[in-house]
Each structure stands twice: as C-alpha cells, then as structure tokens.
C-alpha cells in the first residue's frame, strides 16, 4: 500500500514530543506518583525529582532556582503574570504590545490598559512606548517571538527605556515598579534566553513548543517582585500556583528545556539554511510577499501572503496532498477571525487571507521544503 506523505511544516503551534523525554515521563509518572508534599521516604524522592528539575531550569536560564515557578502551559504563565502583578496593583495601568498572543491580551482587558503599536516589520515602536509610560504604569508586556509572523523584539532597548523611568520615577519621590514580563513561548529553540541580561522581570515559557509535554511550562519571576497567586490551595510552587505538582510534565518539561539550549546553536544553524532557501525560491515569483521583518525574525518561522489566492483554499488543497502548514495563530484558524496580528502590520484584509505561515522544526529536511515549493508553484 501506498503510504501517503506526512510534511508536517505547523512547529509553532505544536511540536512532537521528544521519544527520549516521553520515554523518562513514563518512568516517573508510574516511579513517582507520590505526592511530593508528604514526608515519608518515597514522596522525600518525588519532591527531589521536582526540585531537581527546578535546578535543571534554572541553570540553563542561569537564574535562581527559587524564581522558577512550574505551570500548566503558556497560556497559564501568561495570565499569572499579568493577573499576578495586576491584582497587586490595582489602581495601577499596564502597556501589552498590539502583536500579544490571546492568552496576554485577554488578561490585559480586566484592568486599566493601553496597546503600543507595532510598525510595519512587527516591531515594536519604542519612542511610542516612552510616550504611553506615565506615572501609574506598573507592568509592560511584550512578547520576545511573534508566533504569527516570527518577529523577535528588541527587548534590550525597552530594558534601557524601563530603567530610565524607573530612575526619573525615584527622583520625583513615585515608588511604583515598573515590571517587564516578556512572553518566550516560541523562543526557547531558537534564542539563548537568560532573563536576567534581557533585563526582564518575568518571563513565560512553554512546553510544548520545545518538544516537551502539552500544558507544561514555567513563569520566570524575579525575586522580590510583588505578584500574587491566580490559583488558590495547598501553597504548592512558593504559593504561587497551588494544586498538587504535575511531576512528569514538570520534569519533562525541564529536560525540553535544558535540550533545546542545549542542542540550540546547530539547530539554528540547520534550520536557517533550510528557512532561507525557501524564502529565496518564494521570492522569486512577485506575486509573493513575506510578511513581517526579515532580519528581526526567528529561525524557523516564515509568513507570506500569495497575491489572489484564499489562504484557507490553499492550505485544504496541501493538506490534502500531506502538507500541514497554517494561516497564523491556531486560535484564529479554528474562529475564522482575521489574524490581528497582520491587522497590526498594517496588512489589508484580502492581504490577510492571502496569507500563510510555514514553521520549521527538528524534522524538517530540505528535501521536505522541495516538495512544499513544488506544490505551491503547482497550486499557484
Ligand atoms: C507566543 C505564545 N504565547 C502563548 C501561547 C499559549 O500556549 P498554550 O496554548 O500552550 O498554553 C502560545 C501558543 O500558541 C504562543 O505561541
């Protein structure tokens, strides 16, 4: 029988997990279901095997295995952080970016917020950002890799703008702080990320972006940030996120982690040869058009829009021969909304349902992207 072909070419939205790091969550999810808050000898290993892995985080974002604080996923990081830091402040505004993911958005609209604009690269407009900075700002919100259009913000410069008003806030007597959270869902295989030289406060991560179990992740918060649990109960993760511990997508996810830094620079390398063939052969018909910026995009992420054609046509009729790829975020997809995000790069409507994205990952082969360009070229 005739196998059909599988090209899976969709890595932002999910990707497979690793077999190893299965392989080892199976030992423990049978090994160590013991309750790691108990004090008898077998629940003592548990709560090592969880705070083990909190070190493994820990040390490969070089910060403090206290400021790592497990959750369920990305979405959840994100709405710790914001709703954390909020509900702490709550006479207090926060900026997000017009290019958040849903799940930083969504949390934003429960408290007093103002949206900084994007320009047409999909980076973030920084003299706009000092502009919507005033006294009662207490959180920024900006996401390190767009999953949509694969745009990596120039975190840096908004550290330099955040210090600064913080330093002027001092002078005039104004003791709010001024926190900065960034959400690196889609960075950690791509980007070496240590929170502290970004000179962010806190930071979400998410496993199964990285090869690691679905609702597993992690939210970086620095010491001494004033942030308050979403999640009420036992006390569980330094009473920031109670329930009791999920250990096999905990030590899962840290083991996604530690590899995917690890493994980091050939992958990039790897997936940068294949991503820039590909946007070379696309550039060859005008009809194409990458969207968002070239030179501040992550490795594995190319968006284009096909002038005249219907995304969700062409992404039936790939499907159809094996090729999964995307319009953008999954959760517009399912909704038929249009991406706000390529709303915010200032793309016309018929632009946007032209458009398609294409995420690369560790199975993607060269050979893989041939096929893809064949079809396209057929389609088109
Ligand atoms: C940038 C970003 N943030 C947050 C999330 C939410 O992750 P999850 O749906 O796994 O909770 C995603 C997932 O697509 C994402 O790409």
């Given at each position: 029988m005739n196998k059909k072909q599988s090209i899976y070419l969709d890595y932002a939205a999910s990707t497979p997990i690793d077999p190893d790091i299965l392989n080892q969550m199976n030992k423990i999810v049978l090994d160590h279901f013991?309750?790691?808050?108990?004090?008898?000898q077998e629940a003592v290993l548990s709560r090592k095997v969880l705070e083990d892995s909190r070190l493994r985080v820990s040390q490969t974002l070089e910060v403090k295995s206290s400021e790592i604080i497990f959750v369920a996923g990305g979405t959840e990081a994100n709405n710790l952080a914001i709703s954390g830091i909020m509900e702490n402040f709550k006479d207090s505004n926060l900026i997000v970016s017009s290019i958040e993911h849903a799940s930083i958005l969504k949390p934003a609209e429960q408290y007093d917020y103002k949206i900084v604009p994007v320009n047409a690269q999909g980076l973030v407009e920084i003299d706009k950002l000092a502009k919507l900075i005033d006294q009662n700002t207490v959180l920024i919100s900006i996401l390190l890799v767009n999953n949509e259009i694969g745009v990596i913000q120039d975190l840096k410069s908004i550290t330099n703008l955040i210090k600064k008003i913080v330093a002027n806030r001092r002078s005039q007597g104004n003791s709010l702080p001024l926190y900065f959270h960034t959400d690196g869902c889609q960075a950690l295989n791509y980007l070496r990320l240590r929170p502290t030289r970004l000179g962010v406060d806190l930071m979400s991560l998410n496993g199964s972006k990285i090869y690691g179990p679905k609702q597993s992740g992690a939210l970086f918060v620095k010491s001494g940030t004033k942030i308050t649990p979403i999640i009420l109960g036992g006390g569980q993760e330094f009473n920031l996120r109670s329930g009791t511990e999920n250990l096999a997508n905990i030590y899962g996810f840290s083991v996604a982690c530690q590899k995917a830094q690890f493994i980091l620079k050939d992958e990039v390398k790897r997936i940068t040869q294949i991503r820039d063939y590909l946007i070379q052969e696309l550039s060859l018909n005008p009809k194409i058009k990458i969207n968002g910026s070239l030179r501040h995009r992550v490795a594995n992420n190319i968006n284009f829009r096909i002038e005249g054609i219907d995304n969700e046509w062409l992404i039936l009729k790939l499907d159809s021969e094996g090729i999964m790829v995307s319009s953008g975020s999954a959760c517009n997809a399912s909704k038929q909304e249009l991406s706000h995000v390529l709303k915010a790069i200032k793309l016309s409507d018929d632009q946007i349902r032209s458009s398609i994205r294409v995420t690369l990952g560790r199975r993607t082969t060269m050979e893989e992207i041939k096929i893809l360009l064949k079809y396209i070229n057929k389609l088109i």
């Open positions: 013991y309750n790691p808050s108990e004090i008898y």
